[in-house]
């Protein structure tokens, strides 16, 4: 049976995912108002510029007052689509202590302090949902937190930055560098005007944070997750992954240790096989690998930016919440009972793709290998190139078997150190096999 009286949402911020919620809820209303049992009513939307001209949204609804807005007293559901840590931390625990739900697409506050939002939420017996936080329209937060809290989660592997992805897969492509396809991503509108956050991984990270945190049913945080961007990339690190037949993507990994006392979430560089399933994600999308005990191997994959894509994980959260109201109840709230520690990098089991630059005379290979050796890195492959320039160099690629890290980073500091090695042309992480 429809209740008359609808259910009344505010919308904090109206940008890019923000005018989308609004767009749908307004031409979906009929559609959305049979899914959750009532109507819902868009009551107020917070900006920070009152005189932009937003289509389609009534004027009388707009205010800068976010604040006076969440603490109305009649608002069933805010959703806060403003991103960044302050306003939008004190406006999401402001709306719980009034009697409100949250829905937030905002990965950085989530990973830097969803404990304390999840805190507030339960305390005023209020629901937190986020499914467009990671990896935009791609349901994969309800799939971990919900589907799979039956099973027991090993890994979870993915591309989860769409600009990144753009760039990374422009580069393999056409050939091109890094800025040129920096410069394609950013007349595309992917890139935004500053792409530090994805280039340099902080976006991919705060993601990982959130999806280890779920997945393990622990707390990971931002400063938890290893991070190195992308921007150190170049076409030959992709000529040199194509003759392993490989590619490079940035990958965000969060590993159950093997004997299960700990974590580990990452983001960085890596090769991955041409057969991988991350492979063949190509220009902005996103996919994410989950490994879990039961259940096997399952890929999600999708649009993972953009206005319309987000809103409408936004409005399935949205209608969820709006359920649950009707019902009067919550969904999950937090789960970390494991409290496993997050493990630093150095304890990760890898395999790196080593580029050195040698002198070409008898024993060279002798001694990297010995390096190795002393490091207890066992080598896979090594491929040699003589410089054909008279300058008695050559080009030595090694791949590794998996070791530690920090096993790894130690040979190569070792390597840096021998009269031989001229230079370390590129260091790659190399996964998926
Ligand atoms: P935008 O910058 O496009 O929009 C931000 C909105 O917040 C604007 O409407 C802005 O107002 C408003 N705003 C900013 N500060 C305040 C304030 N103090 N009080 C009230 N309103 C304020 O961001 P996006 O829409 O791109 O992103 C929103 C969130 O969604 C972020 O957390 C982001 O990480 C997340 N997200 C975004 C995705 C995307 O593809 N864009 C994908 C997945 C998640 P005004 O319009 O007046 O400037
Ligand atoms: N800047 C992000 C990306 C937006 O490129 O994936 C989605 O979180």
Redesign the pocket.
Known sequence: MMRTRPLKVAL????????EVARIMTTHADDLAARIGAPVELAGV?????D?V?GGIDPALIT?D?TALVKRGDIDVVV?????IE??RA?ITTAFEHGASVV??????LAQDGATLYAAAERHGQDLYYE??VA?AIPLIRPLRESLAGDKINRVMGIVN?TTNFILDKMDSTGAGYQEALDEATALGYAEADPTADVEGF?AAAKAAILAGIAFHTRVRLDDVYREGMTEVTAADFASARQMGCTIKLLAICERAADGESVTARVHPAMIPLSHPLASVREAYNAVFVEAEAAGQLMFYGP????S??AS?VLGDVVAVCRNRLNEATGPGESAYTQLPVSPMGDVVTRYHISLDVADKPGVLAQVATVFAEHGVSIDTVRQHGRQDGGGEASLVVVTHRAPDAALSGTVEALRKLDTVRGVASIMRVEGE
Do not use: F, W, Y
């Open positions: 904090l911020g109206c940008g890019v995912v923000g005018s917070a900006v920070r510029r009152p932009k937003r800068t976010a806060e689509v403003i991103g960044g306003p939008a406006l937030s697409a905002n990965k950085a506050l467009a936080a935009g769409g976006d993972g930016a953009g206005g894509p987000t994980a």
